[in-house]
Structure formats: structure tokens, C-alpha cells
């Protein structure tokens, strides 16, 4: 069974950046599928931030392209956030998925229980 | 970006209705549709996949239906658990995007 778990800050400060791991298990990421993140401010629908590969080939959202960094930890089987220059309306809860894609199209079939980030001074 | 458009954003309904949701693409995506159930407090969950192939583990109550830009994901008679917020997501083209939400609530 596929379980990933987010983890980092709960509260980061205006202008700095915002960085976060999902640790996955029951599956080696360098194995195969896309690893995302997914965020949700407190009570608005869900925006997709960007996708990595197994291979570590990245696609991020053009909305937030200038300010995200996704990364691969195949030794720890795990993967990571970066959002750099954050403002209160980066606050949110983020989650990690899986991006299961074949020539149906592509699903986030299994996803972490999110974390929540605010951003304060 | 393709924009996904939920309608309605909430509706009301008892136990044993039946309830259908709608979603449009902003343009033709083929069948490359999904569906999420997000109960409060939790992670959203895969309901439906391809438009109308329904994930593994999930009850049949639940289908889709749809193509190229209009689908529906219709549930056949609401359970006490189904009471959540459903949301459609394309993955015809990156950015990957969602509809609003529908919140479907006890009546």
C-alpha cells in the first residue's frame, strides 16, 4: 500500500521561502509515476503547484513557475517543496499525490493527509 | 489554462437520492476527466478516472459519464458518508486544473 506523508513548518514569514518533504512509502520513487503537489487555502478549491518524474524531469504551474522548486531524494524515497518569496496568500494546506498517467490520461490516485502552512510574521 | 467549471457549487439532498454534479471544460479534453470526493478535514479521494473508469475500492454507486467537454458524475442513491465536496480535474494539458467544488450537504 502507497502512503505518502508531508512534513515541514507549520508557519513560515512573509518573503521567505516555504519548503516541505513527502515521504513516500510502499513504493520506490525512482521506479516510476509523477510525484505532485497539490495546495487548498483554508476553504477554497485545490490548485495543482507541479510534478516531478521519476527521472526528475519537472512541470510546474506557469502561475507560480518563478517561485517553485520540486526536487527528488531517491536515497530517503522521498520528495520535496520549495516556494520561494511567499506572501499571506501562499497560506494553505499543502498536499503530496501521486500522478498515476497511462494513455487514459493521468489521476492523483494516492495523496498525503496534507499539512497546513500559514504565512505570518 | 483550461478553466473547469462546477455547477451547482452546493445542493441538498437526503439519504437515497440520487444526485448528479456537472463539470465543463473550457474546451474539448477528450475523456481526460477526473472526479475527487473531499470529506472536511481529509485529503480528496479518486472517485472516478478517464471520465468514467471508476477507481479500485470505490462503490459502484458512483459513475461518469461525459466527453470532450461536458461530464457529469452522478451518484445513485446518496449514502450518510457521501455527504462531502466533489471536485472535477482535467489532465488533457498541464497546468493540471480543477472545478470550484460541489458541496453536497444533508438536506
Known amino acids: 500500500q502507497v502512503q505518502l506523508q508531508e512534513s515541514g513548518p507549520g508557519l513560515v514569514k512573509p518573503s521567505e521561502t516555504l519548503s516541505l518533504t513527502c515521504a513516500v512509502s510502499?513504493?520506490?520513487?525512482?521506479?516510476?509515476?509523477?510525484w505532485d503537489w497539490i495546495r487548498q487555502p483554508p476553504g477554497k478549491g485545490l490548485e495543482w503547484i507541479g510534478s516531478i518524474y521519476h527521472t526528475g524531469s519537472t512541470y510546474y504551474n506557469p502561475s507560480l513557475k518563478s517561485r517553485v522548486t520540486i526536487s527528488l531524494d531517491t536515497s530517503k524515497n522521498q520528495f520535496s517543496l520549495k516556494l520561494s518569496s511567499v506572501t499571506a496568500t501562499d497560506s494553505a494546506v499543502y498536499y503530496c499525490?501521486?500522478?498515476?498517467?497511462?494513455?487514459?490520461?493521468?489521476?492523483?490516485?494516492?495523496w498525503g493527509q496534507g499539512t497546513l502552512v500559514a504565512v505570518s510574521s | 489554462d483550461i478553466q473547469m467549471t462546477q455547477s451547482p457549487s452546493s445542493l441538498s439532498a437526503s439519504v437515497g437520492d440520487r444526485v448528479t454534479i456537472t463539470c465543463r471544460a473550457s474546451q474539448s479534453i477528450s475523456s481526460y476527466l477526473n472526479w475527487y470526493q473531499q470529506r472536511p478535514g481529509k485529503a480528496p479521494k479518486l472517485l472516478i478516472y478517464a471520465a468514467s473508469r471508476l477507481q479500485s475500492g470505490v462503490p459502484s454507486r458512483f459513475s461518469g459519464s461525459g466527453f470532450g467537454p461536458d461530464f457529469s458524475l452522478t451518484i445513485s442513491s446518496l449514502q450518510p458518508e457521501d455527504f462531502a465536496t466533489y471536485y472535477c480535474?482535467?489532465?488533457?494539458?498541464?497546468?493540471?486544473?480543477f472545478g470550484g467544488g460541489t458541496k453536497v450537504e444533508i438536506k
Open positions: 510502499g513504493y520506490s520513487i525512482s521506479s516510476g509515476y509523477y
Open positions: 480535474q482535467q489532465s488533457y494539458s498541464t497546468p493540471l486544473t
Open positions: 499525490a501521486r500522478l498515476n498517467a497511462d494513455t487514459s490520461g493521468s489521476h492523483l490516485d494516492y
